[in-house]
């Protein structure tokens, strides 16, 4: 969590726009248009990787609090200091009544983050409390059509915070930085001609659960110099069937660190699993460990790509360190 911690410190000493020149104006979320006449001051926060967008922008003095981290992730001591004295409204999904309580004005969220179809927690059902919602743009591929997962989801999300909460600057500068790191691993990566095949492993022994090419992993990967393996899945997160990744013969296997089995048992379930003995990254034993914050959309994307380049193309990695 360095990163976010250094895009705190140097966004925060950024000036905040005259707020009275800049509202009502209207953001694009999903299928719908949603309005503002103000920032929101009782921001809340669905899971970790948009609780960290929300602090990357210097927004938590506009927070109410956040939901959907110790319910299954734990948190970065660092990430933990900076929530230090916000309260986190439920450990996994908030209900309308925490909403309520924390005088909410504002929940950021997606779908399959915080929000499911048909669920108590949506912006229909929190539209007659006033209480408007901003959806995450990978996470809409679950309500409308979506071609492919793109870096340009995040920055997207990050620049129309930037709008609904008055701090523009803030929020280009932010993605100024993250898109120069994404394309300093392109340069140096110019020459490179092959892309590994990778497979994402989440978890799951039955079924392992991974990501299509509607998940931001697909755009990770992508950029870092892989071709997932999974991209002719029109799926975000989703499962597929062992068998699948056994036909497909990744090179190298990206682990998602979190939760309550760790990377290593997961790496050693994928080592052990008799239908994998053939797969070229278990012969090879070729493994990437990235975070959960690092794989779903977040400020931590750029350090995700840096990481899988690395891995992906030592060679030219090591040769920009000479």
């Known amino acids: 969590m360095k990163s976010l911690l250094t895009s705190l410190a140097l966004l925060a000493a950024l000036p905040l726009a005259a707020e009275a020149d800049n509202y009502p104006l209207t953001v694009r979320s999903c299928e719908r248009d949603v309005t503002f006449t103000h920032a929101p001051q009782h921001a809340v926060s669905h899971d970790i990787n948009l609780t960290g967008m929300l602090l990357a922008l210097g927004l ?7 939901s959907g981290i110790s319910g299954w992730k734990t948190l970065d001591p660092s990430l933990r200091e900076a929530l230090d004295g916000l309260p986190e409204l439920a450990p996994r999904y908030v209900s309308v009544e925490n ?5 909410a004005d504002f929940f950021l969220a997606g779908w399959s983050y915080g929000m499911r179809i048909g669920g108590p927690v949506t912006p229909q059902t929190l539209a007659p409390f006033d ?12 309500i409308m059509p979506q071609r492919q997962a793109s870096l340009d989801d995040l920055y997207r999300d990050l620049d129309n915070l930037g709008r609904i909460f008055d701090v523009r600057e803030r929020a280009t500068a932010l993605v100024n930085q993250l898109r120069q790191r994404v394309e300093r691993v392109a340069a140096q990566m110019a020459e490179v001609r092959q892309r590994p095949r990778v497979f994402l492993y989440d978890s799951g022994e039955d079924r392992p659960t991974t990501s299509g090419r509607l998940g931001m992993p697909q755009a990770l990967i992508s950029a870092a110099g892989g071709d997932n393996v999974m991209s002719d899945v029109a799926a975000s997160w989703t499962q597929v069937n062992w068998e699948s990744v056994v036909e497909r013969d990744p090179q190298v296997i990206v682990i998602v660190d979190y939760g309550p089995t760790s990377w290593q048992q997961k790496r050693d379930f994928l080592l052990q699993h008799p239908a994998l003995g053939s797969v070229e990254a278990i012969r090879k034993q070729r493994f990437v460990v990235l975070s959960y914050l690092e794989v779903t959309p977040s400020v931590e994307n750029a350090q995700a790509i840096e990481t899988l380049a690395t891995a992906l193309h030592p060679q030219p990695f090591a040769e920009a360190r000479r």
């Not at 938590?60 to 956040?66: I, K, Q």
């Not at 909403?99 to 005088?103: F, I, K, S, V």
Request: some cysteine; overall charge negative.
């Open 60 to 66: 938590r003095d506009h927070m109410a609090g956040y």
């Open 99 to 103: 909403l309520l309580d924390a005088n």
């Open 131 to 142: 209480i408007p919602v901003y959806e995450l743009s990978e996470s809409c591929s679950w």
